[in-house]
């Protein structure tokens, strides 16, 4: 594997923009509406099944205690009765616990741990409000609403910054620092298209060219599409590549690596595209 050849770069930016695009389009090529509107329906179907089993529960315990009334002076039967009312509650309360796990394990595959409704499911265990979230989500999709090509594309960058985690483990940090760098770079595009900045520009023949990361970099924090302090990061990163690229291999260190692929996999979950 090439550790520290000039060659590097050229050859792991082509391996990327080659494999970014094959695979985004296998990806989104495949029924993922159609799968992901099934289990959650599935889903869907569980929690209606809970309340009507909950529900039924509930009436056997209220029918327990207008027995147990009429039995205060038998200690037996009494007892009995409440060891059966303790149990309903148990049953009911694990019931519970297993469809609101099943629930947002569901909600994960279909949108990801990072994406603001699965943190909304995961931060509760209250099965109206992960409930509300599934049909939110049931509603979305069949409603066309629900941006499964922007989900793609977070599941392709996260797929390259494991490659770039694992590339550092075995050592090979300036190849990690270039797979970090271009899918950062390639995230800035993305988060331009979608603050309506343009990725080109035109140079001094008129000819229509790219435009640089740094360029970009500092048009979206001027667009407010994230803060100053976020570019400022930005261009430690962009920075740190470009010394990869360069072939200036003793510039930084594997630790500096490692804090980059942790701050950009960091920012590009806080500014999806």
Known sequence: MCRSSGGCDAILSFKI????????????????????LSELKTVQAKINEFFE??????????DLTVVSRTQIHNLTIGLDIENKKDYITDVINKNLLAVI??????IVRVVGENHYLAKK????QELNTVSSVIDTLVYE??????????????????????????LLEEGYKDPAAVIVGSTLEEHL???????????????????IRPKKADALNSELASASAYSKLDQKGVTAWLGLRNE??????????????????????????????
């Open 53 to 62: 089993f909950r529900e039924l529960k509930q009436k056997e315990r209220r």
């Open 101 to 106: 796990t099943i629930s947002q394990s569901c």
């Open 121 to 124: 499911s995961n931060n509760s």
């Open 244 to 273: 990869a690229a360069h072939g200036n291999y003793d510039a930084y260190t594997k630790v500096q690596v490692e804090s980059m692929l942790q701050s950009t996999r960091d920012f590009i979950s806080r500014n999806p595209v």
């Open 189 to 207: 595009k993305k988060l331009s298209q979608k603050y309506g900045i343009s990725v080109t520009s035109d140079d001094s023949r008129g000819k």
């Open 141 to 166: 999709i069949e409603e066309s609403r629900f941006d499964f090509q922007s989900l793609e594309r977070s599941e392709i960058f996260s797929d390259f910054l494991e490659m770039a985690e694992h």
């Open 17 to 36: 923009s080659s494999e970014f695009r094959q695979k985004s389009n296998q990806r989104f090529g495949r029924k993922v509406k159609v799968e992901a």
